[in-house]
């Protein structure tokens, strides 16, 4: 029975029966954290033996062009790690440069340069505005928006669909707002919605006319291999559309292998026109001589080349997909039948994001803590941590053992039918 | 016999026997840099046991208090690097950030967020100035002024003198301009010229009374225990200082291991008042999850503790020292009784800083350049590229091996010679 049609005396007995289970969980002193997309310990340990793979044994710390990857030099990254990522995000080695152990600190770096800077040397730096705003589609990535907050960048909410942002209002708005910057985009397996940008949608980005010249689309590539199924998500490349449309340099690209091989120790990659990465590489040649090449040339031996890295991906695969059947299993079994929330079944990513009805997500995550488990909380997925319907709750079940995110999932679902039914009970 | 001294007969002949020497060098097809102050592939080969330290065949991946390295987390470093770094520093482990491969990173990116939020989130960003200003002693690092010259700072020349910088210019500098809002400092082995600062300039670094508040003392200690001789100078912990002084926030510090392990592949920390800490890590904290704690922690089960460290410096001393000894040897036994150079005999560091009579150090890194041996570009030692004797030479023994370095060493004085003997018939 749909628990809105439940009369109140009904609603009454649910809550009951549910507040009993609620107190069991509660009793049993749970420590569990489900707050952040984080690798579990079991994959950590299939990058195991990247560790020796620059070892100290042989001389074999040179790149295949010959650099002494022990040393100073090369800004852009080794050749052999290049040859890697420009394939995977499909560019050329010339749109790419191979960075440290952050993709976020990438992004970071970027809008800090357009800041001081301006994108190209052309236009004027983002700091000579009385103020400059920023499309976030939403839900989306919280550290993201924290950029944005930090650098007092005024943020705009997209509303995010099933095949992207509503591009009628993304296209109207950059037409008409100049002042209107960038826009992020986790355009595959979207953090947290899981959803994948529709080839339509990534040509009208890539077609986009922008009032503002320096308009850059922020392009967080960072689940673009991360399947689970066989089935998986496709995503039209932005940068080739972009080319097609005469708008070769409105694109930068990002990607990481931190939920490949170690989130603590991997390394990620910038992509973007060659123009974008030639003035960028001017300016980054001031900030740092070089970044670790002794790790990128350790990922690569370790991949050996691309198909290497899908390999590695499919182990991933082995391990999530179980842990994401178990959270849509739950919601399926628990939740579908009373109606009280909704959401996507992601075929890829980290993240399955749950809608309650109207106002209930805070509660949710107040009781989940109460209980001893840490969930994502409550709005963050939002511009300033506001989510106007307090109904998206972001979970991640990556981290914790199968065995203990199911004990998690219980208490979540038992969460939310309390919440909903307090929430239900207070307009009876 | 000085060259001075030479009347215009004798100093044509002098020229037309070195010509010949030159010439012959040239016939050589040489091809050397000496440009950079890079470690040689043997000191590199002393840390290759690293690559070792966390392996791929036991669970070693965990830092000291249990921190797994290979997962998100833990912005400031790891505690096993830090008990070494701080040790090297001299402050508390909640004095310092441990970072990732490059401390001109750091650096970079503490005054681009000086520039974008100001230094402590009370001060007026350095963005809604005018202009500001930037001390800067010389001969210098040229990649500290190439950071200030891109961020649009205005450098001001300060003398370098035995002792440290001309502490009278700063002091009257600082107290009369508030838009003086900082000074480059490489106090031990200073780069180029490898002097020390003495104690005293130390004391009155920490008790400047700038008009700035936010006037910050960038401390690069690159050279902290770079030592090559058994008296190796000492320096006065600036930070200790600063807090006698009330000046407690006044100075931020660095120091890499990219002269001690790997150039590519180092750790590098910031150190600075609690109160800066904080500050600095509530910015940082949006720009990156945190930095690669693998390579902390190999880098700390590698040296073991603070003495495994120093133990590391003697090998790298044992392969320097031969090194500056000939070129040292060389300037004394070919320069010297002509007397048309000076230069330090440092106790440590990476480079012997040469001058020429004035108006010649062009001429002697074209001739070089000519035979085949690229040096530091003449002037860029100085703000702007701008060395108004055009008589300073960096010379960077440590990358060429010995062989080579002497080699290149007879072409450099050979081209001191010549250029020489070119200045001083021009006005004959």
Redesign the interface.
């Known amino acids: 029975m749909l628990l809105t049609e439940m009369n109140k005396d009904q609603l009454i007995a649910f809550k009951n029966d549910v507040q009993k289970e609620y107190d069991d969980f509660k009793n049993q002193g749970l420590s569990l954290n489900m707050a ?1 997309g ?2 579990s ?1 079991s994959q ?1 340990d299939l ?6 793979a ?4 042989d001389a074999d ?1 040179k790149a295949s062009d010959g650099t ?7 800004l852009d990254g080794i050749i052999d790690a290049k040859n890697i990522f420009s394939q995977m995000l499909g560019v050329s080695n010339d749109e790419i440069i191979v960075c ?3 993709s ?2 990438i992004m ?2 970027t809008i ?1 340069k357009c ?2 800077f301006g994108v190209d040397g052309v236009q004027k730096p983002w ?1 000579d505005y009385e103020k400059i705003k920023w499309l976030c589609p939403a839900p989306g990535y919280d ?1 993201h928006f ?2 944005c907050e ?2 007092g960048i005024e943020m705009i909410t997209i509303p995010l669909n099933e095949d992207g942002p509503d591009m009628d209002m993304i296209e109207k708005l950059v037409a008409e707002d100049d002042t209107i910057k960038g826009i992020w985009c986790v355009p595959m397996y979207s953090n947290p919605t899981g959803i994948t940008y529709s080839d339509e949608t990534v040509k009208r980005f890539a077609n986009l006319k922008p009032a503002a010249k320096d308009f850059r689309i922020f392009w967080d590539n960072a689940y673009c291999i991360h399947h689970l199924t066989d089935t998986p998500d496709t995503l039209l490349n932005i940068l080739d559309e972009c080319k097609k449309a005469g708008n070769d340099d409105m694109v930068y690209m990002f990607a990481s292998t ?1 939920k490949i091989t ?4 991997g390394i990620a990659v910038m992509a973007t026109s060659k123009a974008n990465v030639d003035y960028i590489k001017s ?1 980054m040649t ?10 990128q040339l350790r990922h690569a031996k370790f991949f050996g080349d691309y198909n290497g890295l899908m390999k590695q991906m499919d182990k991933h695969r082995e391990i999530l997909q179980p842990k994401f059947e178990m959270v849509l299993d739950t919601l399926d079994r628990e939740i579908a039948p009373l109606g009280i929330g909704r959401w996507h079944k992601p075929r890829g990513g980290y993240f399955v994001s749950f809608d309650t009805i109207d106002g209930c997500a805070k509660r949710v995550c107040q009781l989940c803590k109460e209980a001893g488990v840490v969930l994502t909380g409550a709005g963050a997925t939002f511009p300033y941590g506001k989510d106007a319907h307090d109904s998206n709750i972001r979970i991640a079940p990556s981290f914790p053992p199968v065995e203990e995110l199911e004990l998690a999932m219980k208490l979540f679902v038992t969460a939310v039918k309390l919440a909903t039914a307090e929430k239900l009970l207070e307009s009876k």
Do not use: E, H, W
């Open positions: 952040r984080k690798p310990s950590l990058a195991m033996k990247m560790l020796a620059v070892n100290s044994y710390y002494d990857c022990r040393n100073y030099g090369g440290g152990n952050s976020l600190n970071y770096d800090a800041i001081i700091k550290r924290a950029i930090s650098f931190s170690f989130a603590g120790g300016l001031v900030q740092t001589i070089g970044f670790d090449k002794i790790n």
